[in-house]
């Protein structure tokens, strides 16, 4: 059974910062593309982040651009977002999803497995 599982969110001020984790049983994340969204109250899921297979190569949505960073573990099968300058308007749940689909990967339905989200909420 696959599973993908988010931690890390919680509570920050504006100005500070977040890491994400996601931890992947049942797959092998750095056989498949990883993707990293968020779905804001009344929005569509956003994307964030698109990882490719092997991890060496990233785009990110230009919102977060220089702002958030994925990096991977293969020997923990695990994704991370270190989130940096946080905003506001990066309050949302946030989800790591992995597909079998090419990098990069911008669409929600380009992903076949998601977590269950974590929440991050930034104040101003």
């Known amino acids: 059974q696959v599973q993908l599982v988010e931690s890390g969110g919680g509570l920050v001020q504006a100005g500070g910062s977040l890491r994400l984790s996601c931890a992947a049983s049942?797959?092998?994340?750095?056989?498949?593309?990883k993707g990293w969204f968020r779905q804001a109250p009344g929005k569509e899921r956003e994307f964030v982040a698109s990882?490719?297979?092997?991890?060496?190569?990233?785009t990110y949505a230009d919102s977060v651009k220089d702002r958030f960073t994925s990096a991977r573990d293969n020997a923990k099968n695990a994704v991370y977002l270190q989130m940096n300058s946080l905003k506001p308007e990066d309050t949302a749940v946030y989800y790591c999803?992995?597909?079998?689909?090419?990098?990069?990967?911008?669409?929600?339905?380009?992903?076949?497995?998601w977590g269950q989200g974590t929440q991050v909420t930034v104040s101003s």
């Open positions: 999803a992995a597909g079998s689909t090419r990098w990069p990967a911008g669409r929600p339905n380009e992903y076949d497995y």
């Open positions: 049942g797959l092998t994340l750095s056989t498949y593309t």
């Open positions: 990882i490719s297979r092997s991890g060496s190569s990233t």
